[in-house]
Nanobody, 115 residues
Framework: QVQLVESGGGLVQAGGSLRLSCVASIKISSINIMGWYRQAPGNQRELVAAIVLGGSTTYADSVKGRFTISRDNAKNTVNLQMNSLKPEDTASYYC?????????WGQGTQVTVSS
């Protein structure tokens, strides 16, 4: 298993930016897929963005062109740069790590975008 700790959430006005970070307790170079998910009240948890070991990325259609996921293997960190935020981006954001052996979640960080 791996411990994941998210940070960087907060309150921001529409059009603003936030950068979320997820620090892993093990080398992320050993983790196949790192991703960010979000869950708003009353909604299911949904994939926002993911990055694989080779560097390929995938994004939800709703965030394409606004969010960027990146991984820093030296710091065992995965970041999510969120620009042009919208009120509908308001949610708890969770970091996720997947390998053939396990999947782990962080505790989540709240992002609130005011209109």
């Amino acid at each position: 298993q791996v411990q994941l700790v998210e940070s960087g959430g907060g309150l921001v006005q529409a059009g603003g930016s936030l950068r979320l970070s997820c620090v892993a307790s093990i080398k992320i170079s050993s983790i196949n897929i790192m991703g960010w998910y979000r869950q708003a009240p009353g909604n299911q948890r949904e994939l926002v963005a993911a990055i694989v070991l080779g560097g390929s990325t995938t994004y939800a259609d709703s965030v394409k062109g606004r969010f960027t996921i990146s991984r820093d293997n030296a710091k065992n960190t995965v970041n999510l740069q969120m620009n042009s935020l919208k009120p509908e981006d308001t949610a708890s954001y969770y970091c996720n790590a997947k390998t053939p052996a396990f999947g782990s979640w962080g505790q989540g960080t709240q992002v609130t975008v005011s209109s």
